[in-house]
Structure formats: C-alpha cells, structure tokens
C-alpha cells in the first residue's frame, strides 16, 4: 500500500484557474507538509501542519492555502495560478517525536508536476 | 547565509569507486540529520540518518557528523551506476522545521 500517495500526478491549467492537489498519508504520522521543487531541485517548505498547528512560510503567497480535513490528509488549493507557479510540489509526512529523541525524517508522496500555461 | 549547503555537483566517479557527498548546516542546535535519493522525476526517498556525532554505516553507505565543525557527509563505497541520482540533504533544525540542501547530483560511470 502506499504510504503517501498525491493526486493527480500531473496537472497542465491554464493561467486564472484555481486548482487542488489531494494528499493521504496511512502511516498514522501526525504532521504533514507541502514543498515545492524547482527546476533547480531546490526543495522550498511551504507548509506543516499538525493537529495544533499550522505553520506557513511567509513567502508563500496567500493565493496558496492548505486545507486539512482530518489527520491523514492535507490538500494543497491554489488560487489564481501563474506561470511561476509551474513546478513539482511534493507532500510529506513526519511522525514528529520532540526534542532530544530520534526523528525519522519524512515520506514524500510521488510529486505532481503542476505546469502552468 | 542558506541553512544547509551542498556543492551543486556534478560529481562524477566510476564503477566501484567511493563517492563522496559533503553538507554544512548554519544551526549549531540541530539535533538531526538525513540523507535522501532523488532519482530524475522521482520523489526524494530517506537512506540514511544520522543523531550523533560519528560514523553510521549502513550496507554501502556511511554518514559521519561532525556536529562541533556543523558538518555531515556521506560516502558511498563500490558505487554503482544505479547510484547515479541527486543526493540531498536535510537537518532538522532547533525549531522542528527541516531543512533541506539544494541537493548534490552523482553520475556513477560504468
């Protein structure tokens, strides 16, 4: 069974449109995240979330909003998309365990490639 | 100054050699720190981690950090031409956020 799976895999819209990407995790973790990779494959954190908390990098423009219906999934929607919005963005999920105990990093789902025309 | 550096690559060896892949990380609290694969097209996928300062060698692979000189690295003995793939790293900062470098891309040449 996959572990974190993202739907679609690919996505081509045209510039305007408002679109979602789904993501589930079945590992029980209890933090999820959204990056997104460049071009360059520079992988740029844009949102964690947990029960409690949500946590946004300010530099995402608010066009980009995250919506969690329960533990297991945190959709990505984005409004208005640009061209600069073309990229992979990947979903991940961590079981965090607090400070001075092992971590053991995050499971990324396969990636969908978002191409903006 | 970026949280976590890698030197972009391209680093190429041949069959059978050793590979080494080298990370610094700007924040002196870090506690953990991870290698991951990224094969083109693909998602990036944990092959090692690394909590203590030393080595950890697993199968082919070793990491060693060195948390005084803020450094981690991973070396890739009798590499193969399935290695070939990007190679990130990542380090788990003071504030629970992970961060992760611009990846180093290895051509393991037959």
């Known amino acids: 069974d996959t572990a974190v799976s993202q739907t679609p895999k690919y996505l081509v819209t045209q510039m305007g449109n408002d679109k979602s990407i789904k993501c589930e995790q079945n590992?029980?973790?209890?933090?999820m995240y959204w990056y997104k990779q460049d071009s360059k494959k520079f992988l740029k954190i844009m949102f964690s979330?947990?029960?409690?908390?949500?946590?946004i990098n300010e530099t995402v423009p608010n066009r980009f909003s995250p919506k969690s219906p329960d533990k297991a999934h945190l959709n990505l929607h984005i409004n208005s998309l640009e061209l600069g919005d073309s990229a992979v963005y990947f979903c991940a999920s961590s079981q965090n365990t607090g400070t001075g105990r092992m971590d053991y990093g995050y499971t990324f789902g396969s990636g969908t490639r978002l191409t903006v025309v | 100054q970026k949280e976590v550096e890698q030197n972009s690559g391209p680093l190429s060896v041949p069959e059978g050699a050793i590979a080494s892949l080298n990370c610094t990380y700007s924040d002196r609290g870090s506690q953990s720190f991870f290698w991951y694969r990224q094969y083109s097209g693909k998602s990036p996928e944990l092959i090692m981690s690394?909590?203590?300062?030393g080595d950890k060698e697993d199968g082919r692979f070793t990491a060693q950090l060195n948390k005084a000189s803020q450094y981690v690295s991973l070396l890739i003995r009798d590499s193969q031409p399935s290695d070939s793939a990007t190679y990130l790293c990542a380090v788990k900062g003071t504030g629970n956020q992970f961060y992760f470098g611009t990846g180093t891309s290895l051509t393991v040449i037959p």
């Open positions: 590992l029980g973790h209890d933090t």
């Open positions: 979330y947990n029960n409690k908390e949500l946590i």
């Open positions: 690394i909590y203590s300062n």
